[in-house]
């Protein structure tokens, strides 16, 4: 097997580049769809593919590609790719060592003079991230057509504001029919990606290869209380809706200690209090709630607990309520072929790897119903992500890329 060149230093250099594409200051990143930071990057990464000599369309989404054209073209493809968009005050990996670190491993294979029988095509989703309209894996999910077009007309986000507006005034013009792509698109799809935990650094193994994706499940809650004034309205008459909040909360936790699964985690990452005044009684709360395991079962067993939680405690304590299940996504395993090819090359390359489950959820996770699928990753330090600290070395990188082109280089000979 040919052993590939990594330019680790140009691949550092572009990560810490797109890591200035920021609303927050370094080394935080905070970088939300169809901000002007996310347009300044999407320009920046155009021009770092055209470099490289790639063909490049964008979707109405925003969704881009960029195509090495293999020896047969009709060919479906090999596809690779993650997301550059970053919750607020998060770090400079996640996501983005599968965007650039794809584009490496495309370009090693073009200087090391292989050429594909299958196009290689790496793929820039948008919005993985749930920051903006509630909801992660935008591009994916409607590139798989789980997300239709009419349901992305509805969205807004947080202030109001119309993703169909947003995305035309972000230059992303065309009818959103043409989003979802067909099963023939791509022969495979593996992505590269920063771990997210710890267990290749505990165990010092270099490579993850990713046997399955956990199922996640997204609820928002609105709670409607009844407010006033937090010296003048005694206890027996109140309907606190914070208070109704916290015991859903901790029920959130107990599910998950309580499900019988050693995957299952389920969390409330959001908590926003009406109207937020030292003293004045809540009178309105909204919770998201994410709850996720590799087991459907396990799973829906959470959210159906969590659910009738909130219908209890909000009878008992006269609380109205909105409920919103956002999201309830299957689970998805790997093609065997595709761990087959990357545990291959990974044993030849001589990297120490282990094969585990991924308890976070990617964009792989919707491409799996267009085409068999795949990850693989790098170890994190200490396991951080979504925060400043996030870490993985350049050399954990540049192990990562090699595994990854030579792994599509297989899989795009078949």
């Given amino acids: 097997m040919t052993r590939l060149s990594i330019n680790t230093p140009r691949l550092i250099s572009e990560i810490n580049q797109l890591a200035t594409f920021s609303d927050a200051p370094a080394p935080a990143v905070t970088r939300i769809l169809y901000s002007d930071q996310d347009q300044a990057a999407r320009v920046w990464l155009r021009q770092r593919i055209l470099d490289a000599g790639l063909t490049m369309r964008e979707d109405a989404l925003g969704n881009l590609f960029a195509r090495l054209i293999g020896s047969d073209p009709t060919l479906p493809a090999v596809g690779t790719g993650s997301h550059i968009d970053a919750i607020p005050h998060s770090g400079k990996y996640d996501g983005v060592v599968g965007v650039l670190g794809g584009l490496e491993a495309i370009r090693a294979l073009q200087e090391a003079g292989i050429k594909p029988k299958r196009s290689i095509e790496l793929v820039m989703f948008t919005a993985e991230e749930p920051t903006r309209f509630g909801i992660g894996c935008l591009g994916s999910r409607a590139m798989a057509g789980t997300l239709k077009p009419a349901e992305l007309l509805a969205m807004t986000d947080s202030d109001g504001a119309n993703l169909d507006d947003l995305r035309k005034g972000a230059g992303f013009t065309q009818s959103l029919d043409t989003v979802q ?44 209380g009844d407010g006033g004034h937090a010296g003048a309205t005694l206890m027996p008459g109140r309907r606190d809706a914070l208070v109704a909040a916290s015991e859903i909360v901790q029920d959130v936790e107990r599910a998950a200690h309580e499900s019988g699964s050693p995957d299952a985690v389920a969390t409330v990452g959001l908590l926003q209090v009406h109207p937020g005044a030292v003293n004045s009684i809540p009178s309105k709360v909204t919770l998201e709630i994410d709850i996720r395991d590799t087991r459907l079962d396990s799973r829906d067993g959470m959210v159906d607990r969590v659910l009738a939680k909130i219908e209890e405690v909000c009878e008992r304590r006269k609380i109205g309520r909105d409920v919103e299940v956002l999201n309830r996504d299957d689970p998805c395993q790997s093609g065997p072929h595709i761990i087959k090819a990357a545990e291959s090359v990974t044993q030849e390359l001589g990297y120490s790897y282990k094969k585990l489950v991924s308890r976070a959820y990617h964009d792989t996770l919707f491409m799996a119903q267009l085409c068999p699928t795949a990850m693989i990753f790098v170890p994190s330090e200490n396991g951080y992500s979504h925060r400043p600290e996030e870490y993985t070395t350049d050399e954990e990188i540049a192990r990562g890329v090699e595994v990854l082109a030579l792994t599509m280089a297989k899989l795009a000979n078949e």
């Avoid at 997210?196 to 199922?215: H, M, Y």
């Fill in 181 to 224: 792509l067909s099963p023939e698109t791509y022969s495979s799809f593996i992505e590269l990606h920063i771990e997210q935990g710890p267990r290749l650094e505990r165990d010092k193994l270099q490579i993850g290869i990713v046997t399955s994706i956990a199922a996640p499940a997204t609820l928002r809650v609105v709670l409607h």
